[in-house]
């Protein structure tokens, strides 16, 4: 749950009065005068600072909540849709690098774990279809599969691109290979070897 922080930063109103009566009455020198001055427009700019950082953080949390929808119902990696800082920034109307700097090391409390935000910006792959799928929905899918497969008998990144496509996610042999990679799962003739 979203608490407001900002709303608990103020200044204090009599240390500022005490700020204005020493500029009106003109019995302190200018020096001291303008140093209370100074700290205070500190001070105000420093809150001002916090309140939009906090804004900004909320526009771009909701976008994300808007792209991922049905992601964040269930908590299933599959329901990830294909999001960059770019989809973001132009909805939430920031640049890219302020998403970026927002998203980097925030970490987003949900019913089904603590996620870590830039686990949630996933390049896209369009499969024979034309449909776009998360990347991150087709590493699954492989390590699902390769989890399954008989330990005696792995399947080559061929039979790979084969099962997947009967599961509606046509992509080519080096993609399989690529993600494998990614992930640090061996190709089949080691798995074959480790069984």
Known sequence: MYRQRSSSLYLNP???ETIRETQKNGKTDKATCQYLKNKLQSAQWFISAIRQRESTMLRVMK???Q???EYFLEGDVK???PMILKNVA???GVDISTVSRITCNKYVETPFGTLLLKDLFTEGITNNDGAVISN??????IEEVIESEEKSKPYTDQQL???LSQKGIKVARRTIAKYREMMQ???AQMRALWA
């Open 14 to 16: 009599s240390w500022m």
């Open 63 to 65: 976008a994300i909540l």
């Open 67 to 69: 792209q991922q929808y």
């Open 79 to 81: 329901l990830l849709k």
């Open 90 to 92: 132009d909805i939430t």
């Open 136 to 141: 991150r929905v087709i590493q699954s899918t």
């Open 161 to 163: 691109v084969h099962v």
């Open 185 to 187: 799962i061996p190709v």
